[in-house]
């Protein structure tokens, strides 16, 4: 019995580029095959797909070697962010405080 063909969407967002393939696999498939399977590792030198997070609609996935996608599923890989937004936040916050405190 041969195994029905679904298609998914992966896309990756590098800081200069931005990627999305229609991709087409077997039903089955895990997350981390069909991203495989894409070709966009041999795109971007830098994407590592053992460590960089992978996702669905925005959530990240757990076990991306065991979540088997479905029909219509956008997988996501996540690169790592240049600044934590917390402490961004922070930084930006103190700032505008000694800046208020300057001038009353």
């Known amino acids: 019995m041969v195994e029905p063909v679904i298609e998914i969407e ?28 894409s070709g966009i590792a041999s795109e971007f030198p830098e994407l ?30 996540y690169r790592p962010l240049l600044a934590d937004p917390k402490e961004v936040r922070r930084l930006r916050a103190a700032k505008a405080a000694e800046a208020k405190a300057r001038n009353p």
């Open 48 to 77: 590592n797909l053992a460590e960089f997070p992978l996702g669905i609609f925005g959530k990240v996935v757990a076990d991306p070697d065991a979540r088997v996608i479905q029909v219509g599923d956008r997988i996501e890989i």
């Open 10 to 37: 992966v896309v990756y967002a590098a800081v200069d580029r931005q990627i999305l393939r229609v991709v087409r696999v077997t039903s089955g498939a895990t997350v981390r095959a069909a991203v495989i399977a």
